[in-house]
């Protein structure tokens, strides 16, 4: 073993909700480089647990009638469960409403307020007078002050993505009884986040990682840090230190679960968590695209001023499409891991397969039944599965077992080239590149075995065909070895029917290129079962099923607010003074530090305009430029991410369908 530990972490899985292929788009890659890392001979410390605090748990333990603590046992036993059903195994799984926890915050609260990074401050906060309580960020929705989108208590979730504090959203209505809430003044704890400007510049130089990760919290450091209140009015939760009627906010408690469930693991393994979180061994952190923001600018500035050491690395994935839609539970477009994929026979080990296969980690990965079938027949059974049998058949049929020799040194080299350019692939976390240069091994020996045809070989020179055979096996054994990180059941299988009787992921990927001390070969069987027609067809027909109720219940939800809300239709002259014109779209460019936004530039025919407007996540610049849309005309100007809008362009659906006129109209008509 290496005497540079890693430590590897995932981010937490909240307990208000089951696993579900979003969840794995973390875990999954994660899992695929521990065991690689520790093929190649390094010590690795994999912790992750599950984030038990916040709002929506409360929620939710209210509406079940059990306590928030019951409710985050149920979903953190079902988490830990699933992993270990998706072969996905942690060193250490903790809560964050465990003692270790709660005792290594509030030491580290405690930290930041001794080395004045914290302070008091007056604010006002939604309160409903109806409850009789102060409103929490989860209990509480309306307007985004920045961009005007409706959005919750502590994020601009449909517009601008910008995070909000305690108090700023407007229009505040109560999520409890549905009424309007007021400002009331509480006092709250803010850390100095933007005494960290510095600081952070040079540690997102510098970190690691993926790109994304980066780069997003470089843009949003760009826009200017803003002090964090760090408290809420919650009895769920750890306590402020010295205020026991505020908790802490779960931002900060969830990441310093990391640390806790570390220690956690040192205590039950005689090892030493400071070597990573007081020392200089690398801390590695997978984790989603969505909480980029927390991980890589608010987590490491709490580090700092704690006395702490930072990440070495963020490792952030993509996001997930159902069938090219976006990824929507309420909407039914959702993968379950266990009801919809695990518990209908399938193996862990395809998904996983699926997931880092697809695409590269860093961009959007859509999950289709239709081409999950094509992947996994076209891949791991044709080209990979189909390898291991014919040269294992062949060996044990034909040949006895595993010929006496060494093989050809130009195999030898082809293996270790491969071994070279998947490590490196690994250490930029390119994961998709890495499994590319796996399978092109696994056709290559498809291409060998077939070019050297060893059973019209043998009919002439025997010797000759033992040697391309046990080609093949060298081959076969590297395959084995480098898939083991990715499928590692299967890879198991390949390994017994290899001739061994021990653990493959024992075995260091450097055995790859060495012969064999053995030569007996058990009789093989198929590895992979092809996903068939009528499989695919029950698959796809469950998530069908899913969204049509999805859609019965919206439906059901409009038919009766429709009976109530009749008095809030508005008149024919209300409806006249907005004004809708078409406008032709001249140019259209990113808004840096923004993921949703395009600056977009109309002509109106006697006048052009600047209009900032949401659709980046669905149309490219460069497909707009020339489009006719429908705009609204006289809106009151906007700034959104400090850019002034004039208009805005009208869309609509989960995909952001431009409202285009059906005829070459021109530009300035207005729509009657």
Known sequence: MSDSPLLVTCGLPYTNGPCHIGHLRTYVPADFYVRYQRHLGKEVVFICGSDNHGTPIVISADQSGKTPREISEIYHTHFDLTFKRMNIFFDQFGMTDDPANHQRTQKIVQSLIDNGHVYQKTISQSY??????????RYVEGIC??????????????????HLEPGEITKPVCKVCGGNAELRDQEHYFFRLGDFSEFLENYLSELDGTSNARNYAIGWLKEGLHDWCITRTLNWGVKFPGNDDLVVYVWVDAPIGYMAFTEEWAKKNNGNWEQFWRGSQPIIHFIGQDIIYHHCVFWPAILKGAGYATPHAVVASGMVKINEKKFSKSRGNVVWTNDDYLDQGLPADYLRYYLLAYTSHTKELNFSWKIFQERINNELVDTLGNFLYRTLHFAANKLGGI??????????ERIQATIDRVSAEMEHYEFKNAIDEMMSLA?????????????????????????????CLQIAKACTLLFDALIPEKSQHAWEMLGYTDHVASHAITEATQGFAHTNLPKPSILFAKIEDDTLTILEDIMTKRIQEAEMNENTKINENTETQTDERISIDEFGRVELKVAKILSAEKIEGSK?????????GDEERQIVSGIAQYYTPEELVGKSVVVVTNLKKAKLFGVESDGKILAAGDNASLLMPGDDVSPGTKIL
């Not at 010929?403 to 030898?412: F, H, K, L, Q, R």
């Not at 290559?444 to 020179?461: C, H, M, R, S, V």
């Open 443 to 471: 056709g290559f020996g498809n291409t060998y075995i077939q070019t050297n045809a060893p059973w019209k070989l043998i009919k002439e020179d025997r010797q000759a065909a033992e040697l391309v055979i046990l080609n």
């Open 596 to 604: 949703k936004l395009l600056k977009i530039q109309v002509t109106l």
């Open 145 to 162: 002050p920045h961009c005007g989108a409706p959005a919750r208590g502590d994020e601009c979730d449909q517009g601008c993505g910008k």
């Open 128 to 137: 409903c007078p109806k409850c009789s309580m102060f409103l929490p960020d």
């Open 403 to 412: 010929p006496d020799g060494e093989p050809e040194t130009e195999i030898s």
